[in-house]
């Protein structure tokens, strides 16, 4: 194990990736796989490690977890074959739900940290669980969390502002917040977009879904004044591409305007423009933002970058500062970084439906508010 005083020099032989057009393949590249299986291996062993005996998969052994970052490492273990573990995260969700439909923004072992709401979190469990039935083909387990699905969709669009954006969170008594986050948004569109398919797919018809996500995709692109300025943090600028509410050749415009800000060449994303803290999972994001938008070896090379924050045993650091590469915070490995970086891997390389998830291929085009049908754009 490598300790937080320690220095590293970044991966060196990378195109800059700060600059608009696509680059050809990067050669140290098999395809656009980044991990070898026993590596894929090595890092769902590592994040089954941290699950608690109920199912919570927390940031790091003894650290807190959230809903969301809880279903993206079920994400990463369903994709990895490890499905038992995956399931008991389900089913951590589905015991800890309230009746309203939400969870708590964060968890310790024995209870609630923050019991504020967050829809953005509550939602994102459509998306968690539209990934498992792609990867595993599994219609009972579909069925058995339509109703976690359905309420949770309902509470964060309930919490819908007259913009079409999304209340970033709500006191535990339902009061909301009057402002609204575009990631959060963001990633909330996507997640409807998950559960209609999920409704779709059980024979349920929610067209009062639909016509919500086409209003959060219309907030995202034409009323930025509807969020609360973040515009120095990088998942401002490419979650809108990542959730597919800017694709086509809107998202690489998007992409390539701020890409000289974001992207330190070799090394990954900054997770804000002025300053030089590298982190993995928005690393990981980001390379997911690219391929989304047809720009797949782009989004391969980006990838790659996140080897220098991975140790022997499959785990990632959370992040770097650069030129130095000091792991912070605290020398923090987490759940969520390992997760992004084999949920990503997957899109980038894998085979079967759930590859394509992020690409949109696994939902109906019929309500994107920006034209997203020509993603294609390598061969």
């Given at each position: 194990?490598?300790?937080?005083?320690?220095?590293?020099?970044?991966?060196?032989?990378?195109?800059?990736?700060?600059?608009?057009?696509?680059?050809?393949?990067?050669?140290?590249?098999?395809?656009?796989?980044?991990?070898?299986?026993?590596?894929?291996?090595?890092?769902?062993?590592?994040?089954?490690?941290?699950?608690?005996?109920?199912?919570?998969?927390?940031?790091?052994?003894?650290?807190?977890?959230?809903?969301?970052?809880?279903?993206?490492?079920?994400?990463?273990?369903?994709?990895?074959?490890?499905?038992?573990e995956?399931?008991?995260?389900?089913?951590?969700?589905?015991?800890?739900?309230?009746?309203?439909?939400?969870?708590?923004?964060?968890y310790?072992?024995?209870?609630?940290?923050?019991?504020?709401?967050?829809?953005?979190?509550?939602?994102?469990?459509?998306?968690?669980?539209w990934?498992h039935?792609l990867?595993?083909?599994?219609?009972?387990?579909?069925?058995?969390?339509?109703?976690?699905?359905?309420?949770?969709?309902?509470?964060?669009?309930?919490?819908?502002?007259?913009?079409?954006?999304?209340?970033?969170?709500?006191?535990?008594?339902?009061?909301?917040?009057?402002?609204?986050?575009?990631?959060?948004?963001?990633s909330?569109?996507?997640?409807?977009?998950?559960?209609?398919?999920?409704?779709?797919?059980?024979?349920?018809?929610?067209?009062?879904?639909?016509?919500?996500?086409?209003?959060?995709?219309?907030?995202?692109?034409?009323?930025?004044?509807?969020?609360?300025?973040?515009?120095?943090?990088?998942?401002?600028?490419?979650?809108?591409?990542?959730?597919?509410?800017?694709?086509?050749?809107?998202?690489?415009?998007?992409?390539?305007?701020?890409?000289g800000?974001?992207?330190?060449?070799?090394?990954?994303?900054?997770?804000?423009?002025?300053?030089?803290?590298?982190?993995?999972?928005?690393?990981?994001?980001?390379?997911?933002?690219?391929?989304?938008?047809?720009?797949?070896?782009?989004?391969?090379?980006?990838?790659?970058?996140?080897?220098?924050?991975?140790?022997?045993?499959?785990?990632?650091?959370?992040?770097?500062?650069?030129?130095?590469?000091?792991?912070?915070?605290?020398?923090?490995?987490?759940?969520?970084?390992?997760?992004a970086?084999?949920?990503?891997?997957?899109?980038?390389?894998?085979?079967?439906?759930?590859?394509?998830?992020?690409?949109g291929?696994?939902?109906?085009?019929?309500?994107?508010?920006?034209?997203?049908?020509?993603?294609?754009?390598?061969?």
């Amino acid at each position: 194990m490598t300790s937080s005083s320690e220095h590293y020099g970044a991966p060196r032989g990378f195109a800059d990736l700060g600059t608009a057009g696509e680059p050809e393949p990067f050669p140290g590249l098999k395809g656009y796989a980044t991990l070898t299986p026993v590596e894929v291996q090595a890092t769902a062993s590592w994040i089954a490690s941290l699950q608690l005996p109920d199912g919570l998969i927390p940031w790091y052994k003894g650290g807190h977890g959230d809903p969301w970052n809880h279903v993206e490492a079920a994400m990463a273990l369903s994709v990895a074959g490890w499905t038992g573990e995956a399931l008991r995260a389900f089913d951590w969700l589905r015991s800890n739900q309230h009746d309203d439909g939400s969870w708590c923004r964060y968890y310790l072992a024995d209870g609630v940290e923050d019991p504020r709401r967050d829809p953005n979190v509550t939602a994102y469990v459509a998306t968690g669980a539209w990934w498992h039935f792609l990867v595993t083909g599994d219609a009972d387990f579909l069925e058995g969390i339509w109703e976690v699905v359905d309420r949770a969709i309902t509470f964060a669009l309930g919490m819908q502002l007259p913009s079409g954006a999304v209340a970033w969170s709500a006191d535990p008594d339902g009061r909301r917040a009057s402002s609204a986050l575009l990631t959060s948004t963001s990633s909330i569109y996507h997640s409807v977009r998950a559960a209609v398919c999920i409704a779709g797919c059980l024979g349920y018809d929610r067209p009062d879904w639909e016509l919500a996500a086409e209003r959060i995709a219309e907030a995202v692109v034409e009323s930025p004044e509807s969020f609360t300025p973040k515009d120095r943090w990088a998942m401002d600028w490419y979650y809108p591409v990542l959730s597919g509410a800017v694709g086509g050749q809107a998202g690489r415009d998007r992409l390539d305007f701020r890409s000289g800000e974001f992207v330190m060449a070799g090394v990954g994303v900054r997770c804000v423009a002025d300053q030089p803290w590298v982190t993995a999972a928005e690393t990981a994001e980001c390379a997911i933002a690219f391929d989304s938008v047809g720009l797949k070896s782009r989004g391969a090379e980006l990838l790659s970058t996140t080897r220098h924050m991975r140790e022997a045993d499959g785990s990632y650091w959370t992040g770097c500062v650069h030129p130095e590469c000091i792991r912070y915070p605290g020398g923090e490995r987490t759940t969520y970084t390992a997760a992004a970086v084999l949920i990503a891997e997957h899109c980038l390389s894998g085979a079967g439906p759930a590859s394509g998830l992020f690409r949109g291929e696994t939902f109906p085009a019929s309500y994107d508010a920006v034209e997203t049908s020509d993603t294609t754009v390598e061969t």
